[in-house]
């Protein structure tokens, strides 16, 4: 069973910047999309942003220009950098992965909490 350890939140003031981190517990032959999804209190879990096998990336338009996704799908790792951190950025951040395009189930990291502070 493939595990997702993800890490790098903490409490961070306006216009900050801060880095997370995934990586999957065992090797497997590698993950087709890996992202990051959040969920900011009292509201649906949103997508953040994506990385795929052949280095095709997708960003939500209210990260653009502040969010960067990096990584190594073929071991299993990857990063989200955040730059001029909002407010609006407080929100448990969690690490997914699907080892095919089409799986149903995709695996989950814990999830790691990011508070921005003005």
């Known amino acids: 069973q493939v595990q997702l350890e993800d890490s790098g939140g903490r409490l961070v003031q306006v216009g900050g910047s801060l880095r997370l981190s995934c990586a999957a517990s065992?090797?497997?032959?590698?993950?087709?999309?890996m992202g990051w999804y959040r969920q900011a209190p009292g509201k649906q879990r949103e997508l953040v942003a994506t990385?795929?096998?052949?280095?095709?990336?997708y960003y939500a338009d209210s990260v653009i220009g502040r969010f960067t996704i990096s990584g190594d799908n073929k071991n299993g790792t990857v990063a989200l950098h955040i730059n001029n951190l909002k407010p609006e950025d407080t929100a448990v951040y969690y690490c997914?992965?699907?080892?095919?395009?089409?799986?149903?189930?995709?695996?989950w990291g814990q999830g790691t909490q990011v508070t921005v502070s003005s």
């Open positions: 997914y992965a699907k080892i095919r395009r089409d799986d149903r189930t995709p695996y």
């Open positions: 065992q090797s497997t032959s590698g993950f087709y999309v």
């Open positions: 990385l795929t096998i052949l280095g095709n990336t």
